[in-house]
């Protein structure tokens, strides 16, 4: 009575090895692109049409991270596309960032 090594334990296949190593690669990068996202935060408060938003938002700059603040508090504040993009170019009624915001933005 021989013992055969195909019974009994078991073989995992070439393409399971590469999906598993596909799948953490994945995971690394997302947790990569999302780790530097969070360089730099801003809370802005816009008052647009007599209403008040305040919202907080994180980007990889700190431009990047106002200019995200300021459409999260539009989108609050603004019906429409005109409305949006006429709330969007009002100057913010106060903007707090970490990492020494530079104060000229394009916006």
């Known amino acids: 009575m021989r013992h055969d090594p195909s019974k009994g334990s078991r073989k995992i296949s070439k393409s399971a090895v ?22 730099h935060s801003c809370e802005v408060c816009i008052t647009y049409k007599e209403q008040n938003a305040c919202r907080k938002a994180e980007g990889s700059t700190s431009d990047e991270a106002r200019r995200t603040a300021i459409d999260l508090a539009c989108a609050m504040l603004a019906s429409g596309m005109t409305d949006s993009l006429a709330c969007q170019r009002t100057e913010p009624k ?14």
């Open 18 to 39: 590469l999906g598993g190593v596909f799948a953490l690669a994945m995971l690394g990068l997302i947790w990569y692109a999302s780790a530097s996202l969070s360089q």
């Open 94 to 107: 106060s903007v707090s960032c970490d990492k020494a915001y530079a104060t000229g933005s394009s916006r």
